[in-house]
């Protein structure tokens, strides 16, 4: 199958999962479940990494600030943009792509194998409105109060590696933070997170719905649909750079 065929079945699948769904109480439990898998199940690994990586990020750029005509309120101001703009939406959406979407296309490809998802086509289920959706909303929703969560720690993390190593004091550091902020840089990070999420949702639903074969097939599709949403990430982080900000 070529490209353009999994695209346009791509698109097919996703007429399908955007119908009302059948039974509203077994919707809105199966939607609990996927915010406590893909949100709540998540906020460990978002809570951790920023923390640290808006260190690295603000002693980065002390230690490359060698003019003494530089001021040091500049570290905030590199540490807050590199952060909202690029490290929370994006570098943290590639790692939930591998988290959230090796778990997707594992759990949905099981049901495939096993034959479950034809059990559900036999009762009348529409399966793709019934596993898909509640991913799909799970993500999209929840995902921005992580990003937003992950901006603040790796500010916060940028702090406090400046008042341990003593390279740049902290009321420098927040006055950088103060300087020239754009409300527009959160609403730009926010709308780069929802098509993130969509993909992260949607791709390896794709993958794990339509997988053929066994164990090892299920494997397999979990490591494609990684990087082909990690792919389709960077691509949809080009061009939505290139409309929101040129």
Not at 108 to 116: L, N, P, S, W, Y
């Amino acid at each position: 199958m070529n490209y353009i065929e999994h695209i346009g079945k791509y698109f097919i699948m996703l007429t399908q999962v955007f119908k009302r769904p059948q039974k509203g109480r077994v919707f809105y439990e199966a939607l609990m479940k996927e915010i406590e898998e893909l949100g709540l199940k998540s906020l460990g690994i978002v809570m951790f990494i920023p923390f640290f990586i808006g260190g690295v990020i603000a002693l980065q750029t002390a230690l490359n600030l060698e003019s003494p005509f530089i001021p040091d309120s500049l570290i905030g101001f590199a540490a807050k943009r590199s952060i909202i703009l690029e490290f929370a939406p994006t570098f943290c959406s590639i790692i939930l792509a591998g988290k959230v979407g090796s778990y997707i296309t594992s759990s949905i490809g099981a049901m495939r194998v096993t034959e479950q998802i034809d059990a559900l086509e036999v009762m009348g289920i529409n399966s793709l409105n019934y596993l898909v959706l509640p991913k799909v909303i799970s993500t999209v929703f929840f995902y921005p109060f992580l990003i937003l969560l992950a901006m603040i720690l790796g500010i916060f993390g940028g702090w406090v590696a400046g008042v341990l190593s003593g390279l740049f004091a902290g009321v420098d550091y927040v006055e950088g933070l103060q300087t020239t902020f754009n409300p527009f840089l959160i609403t730009y990070a926010m709308i780069k997170t929802l098509v993130f999420a969509f993909l992260i949702a949607t791709v390896p639903s794709y993958h794990g719905y339509y997988v053929k074969g066994g164990s090892i097939a299920v494997g397999k599709a979990s490591t494609q649909a990684v990087v082909w949403t990690i792919i389709l990430i960077v691509i949809a982080n080009y061009f939505l750079t290139q409309m929101l900000l040129t």
